[in-house]
């Protein structure tokens, strides 16, 4: 701002000021009466929410509306980060909640936020409903299969992306293969098979509709995700660039990308890549741990201590692993890192959160608690060369 402007608004400021303090307060005559009306925000998908919502509320029995209107709150919450759309799609769901046999759409919206809150269990049971009722949907065996890799069940999952094959377009029933058999030793050949079909699929650029622009989001991130795996920096590299063409706001991309930084030591980069995207915790906790400066540091750990705290107290244990490594990396607490991972993979078991809890247990110097992961390990044949490095100081007891 230049000295003249900053001249302007300090005699503005000097005339307006005392007006507020001599003017009588306005109290409103009741909690309906508007105060104020905000302007709405201008993107596509705010407008396709309104036109969704007031559909609903002239119709908030009708089980298609109902959702639609969950499947856009979904897709929003986790475009944005911000919990309460999941709050608003349970609330669209609301007369079917508890029902035992909803609607097969708002049954597939129920078990996507019962995944989503990590509520596994009752999500395949969802899930398992609409296949034995529609066993032609694809999408419920998508994210059945989605749910069972999560859960480390990847057999299973296996078995749930053949049923794919016929219901599918290639790419995503390769995707979905090459995410379920990569988690029981076969990552290069699930790697080789899903990047031969991204590459006959046609460039990121290429998509055509926002369902393959999803889709190739997906398998590319899923590429990235596999050469770091490996150790192929360099490539995944290439691949989540490839990613950041269809997605550059994509809140899982970006931490996978991130994290691929975090581990070569590249930190100024982690901090410009996220520096926009900090109202996202798992974001906000990478571009704290990339952070050199202690002040800012410090307000952010204060930040992230705020934000976990609150999930804590809503019973929220969905960013358990997220706590972990603040626990780890940021408090340098190794124990109550250790636990929270334990906890942490009582409900889930990506790479991520075996790498999470190897971690901890070779910083709390107590490779005991890590022993029955490293034998399930070895039982899926898990590929990661960060986990293998980890896996052998801890079986070998350099602690």
Known sequence: MTPLACTILAAVAAMVLPLRVLAAPFVPQSGAEVLETLPRRGNAADAALRRDRARLAAAPRNPALAAEAARRYIERGRA?????????????????WSAAA??????????????????????????????????ANAQAWLTLATVQVVRGESDAAVRSCGRLSSLANQLASITCLANARAANGQLAASERLLALAFERSGSARGAQDAAQAGLKLWASTLLGELAARRGDAALAEERFRQALVLAPGDSYLLGAY??????????????????????????????????QAAPAKAIAIAELQA???????????????????????LRHNARAALTLALANWQVQKEPADLRILLEAALAAH??????????????QGIEDSKIAWLARQLEGGVI
């Open 80 to 96: 944005t980060g911000d919990p309460r759309y999941f709050g608003y799609a349970q609330a669209a769901l609301a007369p079917w």
């Open 102 to 135: 909803p609607p097969v759409p708002v049954l597939l919206m129920r078990a996507t936020l019962l995944q989503s809150s990590h509520r596994f269990v009752e999500a395949i049971r969802d899930l398992g409903a609409i296949t034995r009722v529609d066993p």
């Open 258 to 291: 991130a994290d691929l930084l975090l581990d070569q030591g590249r930190q100024a980069e982690v901090q410009a890549l996220l520096r926009d995207h900090l109202q996202i915790d798992g974001l906000l906790l990478r571009h704290t741990i990339a952070a």
């Open 307 to 329: 934000r976990f705290d609150a999930a804590n107290h809503r019973s929220d244990a969905i960013h358990q692993r997220e706590q972990a490594r603040f626990e780890l990396q």
């Open 366 to 379: 107590d490779p005991a608690a890590a022993r029955p992961a490293l034998v399930w390990r070895r039982q």
